[in-house]
C-alpha cells in the first residue's frame, strides 16, 4: 500500500465533473478518481477549515465516532472494478478493528476532517495513477532498462542462488 495526500480538487475540461487527485509522497504518481459535487464541496469546505453552521453528513459522522470513542485508523482504496474505485473505513474502539465498506470520495471526506491517512493498494495505482513529472518517470524506466539490459544470470545466481529446478 502506498500512502497518498489529496492534492487537490480539479474539474473535468470535457464533463465539468469534480476529480479529487490523490499523490503521493513523493509526487510521481496521481491518482484521478471522479467525485459528485456534493462530495468536492465537502472535501474542499474540510480543506479551508471551514465550518457549517450545522454539521453535514461527514461532520455528522466524525461526530458520531467521536462520542463512541472510536477512531478512523486509515481509509484504504483497494480495488478499481469497472471504473469504479471501492474504499474502506478501517476504525477502531480500543482493540477492536472494523473495515466499513466506504465510497472513496466519502471516505476522503471523513478522513480529511480527521487527519487521517489514505492509502491506496499498488494494483489500483498501477492500474488507474497518472505519472506527476513525466521526465522523471521516462528516466526512471530508462534506468530500468540499462539494469535489465545489463543483466547476467550469473548475476542472479550469485545473488539469489541457484533455484530449485
Not at 71 to 92: C, G, M, P
Given at each position: 500500500?502506498?500512502?497518498?495526500?489529496?492534492?487537490?480538487?480539479?474539474?473535468?475540461?470535457?464533463?465539468r465533473?469534480?476529480?479529487?487527485?490523490?499523490?503521493?509522497?513523493?509526487?510521481?504518481?496521481?491518482?484521478?478518481?471522479?467525485?459528485?459535487?456534493?462530495?468536492?464541496?465537502a472535501?474542499?469546505?474540510?480543506?479551508?477549515?471551514?465550518?457549517?453552521?450545522?454539521?453535514?453528513?461527514?461532520?455528522?459522522?466524525?461526530?458520531?465516532?467521536?462520542?463512541?470513542n472510536?477512531?478512523?485508523?486509515?481509509?484504504?482504496?483497494?480495488?478499481?472494478?469497472?471504473?469504479?474505485?471501492?474504499?474502506?473505513?478501517?476504525?477502531?474502539?480500543?482493540?477492536?478493528?472494523?473495515?466499513?465498506?466506504?465510497?472513496?470520495?466519502?471516505?476522503?471526506?471523513?478522513?480529511?476532517?480527521?487527519?487521517?491517512?489514505?492509502?491506496?493498494?499498488?494494483?489500483?495505482?498501477?492500474?488507474?495513477?497518472?505519472?506527476?513529472?513525466?521526465?522523471?518517470?521516462?528516466?526512471?524506466?530508462?534506468?530500468?532498462?540499462?539494469?535489465?539490459?545489463?543483466?547476467?544470470?550469473?548475476?542472479?545466481?550469485?545473488?539469489?542462488?541457484?533455484?530449485?529446478?
Amino acid at each position: 500500500m502506498i500512502e497518498m495526500k489529496i492534492a487537490g480538487i480539479a474539474l473535468d475540461a470535457m464533463t465539468r465533473s469534480p476529480i479529487v487527485l490523490l499523490k503521493d509522497a513523493l509526487d510521481k504518481r496521481a491518482l484521478p478518481i471522479y467525485i459528485g459535487q456534493d462530495q468536492a464541496k465537502a472535501i474542499i469546505g474540510a480543506l479551508e477549515n471551514q465550518t457549517p453552521p450545522r454539521p453535514l453528513t461527514h461532520d455528522l459522522i466524525v461526530n458520531m465516532l467521536e462520542a463512541w470513542n472510536m477512531t478512523l485508523e486509515r481509509v484504504v482504496i483497494h480495488s478499481l472494478q469497472k471504473d469504479t474505485f471501492y474504499a474502506v473505513l478501517i476504525i477502531k474502539q480500543g482493540e477492536v478493528k472494523k473495515e466499513i465498506d466506504a465510497r472513496p470520495s466519502d471516505a476522503i471526506a471523513i478522513a480529511v476532517r480527521t487527519n487521517t491517512p489514505i492509502w491506496v493498494l499498488e494494483e489500483v495505482i498501477a492500474e488507474a495513477s497518472i505519472p506527476v513529472d513525466r521526465d522523471a518517470d521516462e528516466a526512471e524506466q530508462e534506468a530500468f532498462r540499462e539494469f535489465i539490459s545489463n543483466l547476467r544470470p550469473e548475476d542472479l545466481i550469485q545473488r539469489f542462488g541457484p533455484g530449485d529446478s
